[in-house]
């Protein structure tokens, strides 16, 4: 038996160690007298020697990628094509052209307005979130360049307490609906959220109308709005902007709903279908209008974008 320690990120970014199979030996117990086997000196060293957090565990297909390897292809595994979570910087840096994000709002945080406590308070949790990582609250928004476009770019981070949308998310998102609508510019925004804040309450549920609002005004100026659904994207933000895009993208294997299956299988007391909330089935049942993966993605987008600006290309020509 191997007593290899593998290390797993949680979703705060913090590393928790724990045993792939069996607890380490220690002192207290039993231990058995291994054979040694010709040739496993060394590799026995070797495997002890590996630095913790330098492999991750496909799940879907359960090879051992190389951290390294897996950064350098966007966090997709090369073997099956399971996408892992991605940061939002991450994610813009793979779809913008270089040096041209302009980041709006880069240091609005979030307030207790309601002076929430459960187990711990709402302050520390930002604190502790802020500090893991790196980030001011679950989205990150501005204006950039994609291939030849100029457009207005949100993407959201489900580090950041579960990319959960309160007041700061729907502020940063209307803002930058609005300037793309002032500025003429296509909307893209790429989802991925637990829903609304909890710890904000209605504070947190308000900020799904005045999205919408901001995107009907947008829609209004006939400019377009593309909506990328991530893994996973449910909820009041899957009730909101995301399922309002002229164009609905999806990336393979997300999990796409409004309330939990398990919810869902209570309340109706049926058997839900197989895949039931994954943007396969959903693409099937036309809620979606593509699965793009993320390798794709950029390439895609410039392409989508010819197509749905051409018309004011001409329009001003
Ligand atoms: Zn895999």
Not at 42 to 70: A, H, N, Q, V, Y
Not at 219 to 231: K, N, Q
Request: positive net charge; hydrophobic residues 40%; charged residues 20%.
């Amino acid at each position: 038996m191997d007593t290899t320690l593998f290390t797993k990120k949680s979703i705060i970014g913090v590393v928790i160690v724990e045993p792939a199979l069996t607890p380490p030996i220690s002192h207290t117990q039993t231990t058995f007298t291994k054979k040694t086997k010709i040739g496993t000196g060394k590799s026995k060293t070797k495997k002890r020697d590996i630095p913790e957090g330098l492999w991750t565990k496909c799940p879907t297909c359960e090879t051992m990628i190389f951290d390294k390897e897996l950064d350098e292809n966007l966090k997709v595994c090369s073997k099956c094509g399971h996408h892992f979570p991605i940061g939002s910087r991450e994610r813009i840096h793979s779809l913008v052209e270089t040096c041209t994000f302009e980041e709006m709002d880069a240091s609005m945080t979030s307030v207790d307005m309601l002076g929430f406590k459960g187990a711990s308070t709402y302050k520390s949790k930002l604190e502790a979130y802020k500090k893991n990582t790196t980030l001011k609250d679950a989205v990150v928004t501005g204006l950039c360049k994609i291939g030849e476009h100029r457009a207005a770019l949100g993407v959201m981070d489900f580090n950041f307490l579960g990319g959960s949308m309160g007041s700061v998310v729907g502020e940063k998102l209307t803002r930058l609906i609005e300037r793309g609508t002032e500025k003429e510019l296509p909307v893209i925004i790429i989802s991925t959220s637990g829903g609304a804040r909890m710890y904000e309450g209605m504070f947190s549920l308000m900020q799904m109308a005045k999205t919408s609002a901001a995107l009907a005004y947008h829609a209004r100026s006939h400019l377009p709005y593309i909506s990328i659904l991530t893994h996973p994207t449910t909820a009041g933000v899957m009730a909101s902007y995301a399922t309002l895009g002229d164009l609905i993208l999806a990336e393979p294997g997300a999990m796409i709903g409004f309330a939990g299956p398990r919810v869902i299988k209570d309340t109706t007391q049926a058997e839900l279908p197989p895949g039931f909330q994954t943007a396969e089935f959903l693409l099937d049942h036309g809620l979606i209008d593509a699965i793009v993966s993320r390798k794709e993605m950029k390439t895609q987008l410039i392409a989508y974008l010819n197509f749905l600006t051409a018309g004011k290309k001409i329009a001003t020509a």
